[in-house]
């Protein structure tokens, strides 16, 4: 009897109608209310994928289509001063295997301050977000296209994400903010230093656990969400965050196989985020990040 009276009590949550400030504890006790707004179950609920949706079959089987196969095999071809890229440094394979770097893999969030070296974030990128082998795409009409293949998978191929790199202390390395080219394995200077200095101010570690002014690099996922969401409608978002994940996890399995650390970070102002790298935000926009160091 003692438990039921115990686990038969609730606290009462004051209503909404009632409340100026409304944690996201007071909304979950309120989730029967309709006056507050609910965008992360409505986005659940409008990238739902239902039997009989013709718009989203024709935009898909649409893809099939010589044009789009061609066009999706030319995806990294974007115009680049060839005399403005910096190649990557060379990086050797990693010491660690598969199974001892998913065991030993932690989150870091100190760091002694020290720079990693250009063939280390080299490593980290390339396992990331780099052309690993070449296939080809066969042609209604006739004939193949190559198309580019990638450690991590994209819904369709159609790759959304970019990987950004804020160069804080890197070895022999200015910083500043370098858009990775994959098809090129290269680095496209984007921003300098007053750059990477607008894009940590938008950064809230909150109790100073995450020591960002020791850290050496900030990998960006910067997403084109449109790309997928094309073919794919608004489901497509879903795919762009599977794809900022899988890479995310890729370069956090090659920093412990470095013997670095990283911690995955998402308390930044994304307004404050969007500005400092020049993008809109909607139709590019950042979507996580993943802080690189030398560990203590």
Same mark, same amino acid.
């Given at each position: 009897?003692?438990?039921?009276a115990s686990?038969?009590?609730?606290?009462?949550?004051?209503? /909404?109608?009632?409340?100026?400030?409304?944690?996201?504890?007071?909304?979950?006790?309120?989730?029967?209310?309709?006056?507050?707004?609910r965008?992360?179950?409505?986005?659940?609920? =409008?990238?739902?994928?239902?039997?009989c949706d013709?718009?989203?079959?024709?935009?898909?089987?649409?893809?099939?289509?010589?044009a789009?196969?061609?066009s999706?095999?030319?995806?990294?071809?974007?115009?680049?001063?060839? =005399?403005?890229?910096?190649?990557?440094?060379?990086?050797?394979?990693?010491?660690?295997?598969?199974?001892?770097?998913?065991?030993?893999?932690?989150?870091?969030?100190?760091? $002694?301050g020290?720079? !990693?070296r250009? @063939?280390?974030?080299?490593? !980290?990128?390339?396992?990331?977000?780099? !052309?690993?082998?070449?296939?080809?795409?066969?042609?209604?009409?006739g004939?193949?296209? &190559?198309?580019?293949?990638?450690?991590?998978?994209?819904?369709?191929?159609l790759y959304?994400?970019?990987?950004?790199? =804020?160069? /804080?202390?890197?070895?022999?390395?200015?910083?500043?903010?370098?858009?990775?080219?994959? @098809?090129?394995?290269?680095?496209? &200077?984007?921003g300098?230093?007053e750059?990477?200095? $607008?894009?940590?101010?938008?950064?809230?570690?909150?109790?100073g656990?995450?020591e960002?002014?020791?850290?050496?690099?900030?990998?960006?996922f910067?997403?084109?969400?449109?790309?997928?969401?094309?073919?794919?409608? &608004?489901?497509?978002?879903?795919?762009?965050?599977?794809?900022?994940?899988a890479?995310a996890?890729?370069?956090?399995?090659?920093?412990?196989?470095?013997?670095?650390?990283?911690? @995955?970070?998402?308390?930044?102002?994304?307004?404050?985020?969007?500005? =400092?790298l020049?993008?809109d935000? !909607?139709?590019?926009?950042?979507v996580?990040?993943?802080?690189?160091?030398?560990?203590?």
């Amino acid at each position: 009897m003692s438990s039921v009276a115990s686990t038969a009590r609730r606290t009462i949550s004051p209503g /909404l109608a009632g409340v100026g400030l409304r944690t996201h504890a007071l909304r979950l006790d309120n989730l029967s209310s309709d006056r507050f707004p609910r965008p992360a179950e409505e986005f659940l609920l =409008a990238s739902r994928l239902r039997r009989c949706d013709r718009e989203t079959l024709l935009s898909i089987a649409s893809y099939a289509a010589d044009a789009e196969v061609v066009s999706r095999s030319r995806t990294d071809r974007e115009p680049q001063a060839g =005399a403005d890229l910096l190649p990557l440094a060379e990086s050797g394979p990693l010491e660690a295997g598969l199974t001892a770097a998913l065991a030993s893999r932690r989150s870091v969030r100190t760091w $002694s301050g020290e720079p !990693v070296r250009q @063939d280390e974030l080299a490593a !980290v990128v390339r396992h990331a977000a780099s !052309v690993s082998a070449e296939g080809v795409a066969d042609l209604m009409d006739g004939g193949s296209v &190559p198309v580019a293949l990638r450690a991590t998978p994209s819904a369709g191929g159609l790759y959304p994400v970019q990987l950004w790199v =804020a160069v /804080l202390r890197v070895a022999d390395m200015e910083p500043g903010v370098l858009r990775y080219v994959p @098809d090129r394995d290269a680095f496209a &200077p984007h921003g300098g230093p007053e750059a990477v200095d $607008s894009l940590l101010a938008s950064f809230d570690v909150q109790d100073g656990t995450v020591e960002l002014d020791r850290a050496a690099a900030v990998l960006l996922f910067v997403a084109r969400p449109w790309r997928t969401m094309r073919k794919y409608g &608004p489901r497509g978002m879903r795919f762009v965050f599977h794809e900022a994940g899988a890479m995310a996890q890729n370069a956090h399995l090659a920093v412990t196989a470095l013997g670095l650390g990283a911690v @995955d970070f998402s308390g930044f102002y994304d307004d404050e985020s969007n500005n =400092a790298l020049d993008i809109d935000g !909607v139709h590019e926009c950042l979507v996580h990040t993943v802080i690189v160091g030398t560990p203590r």
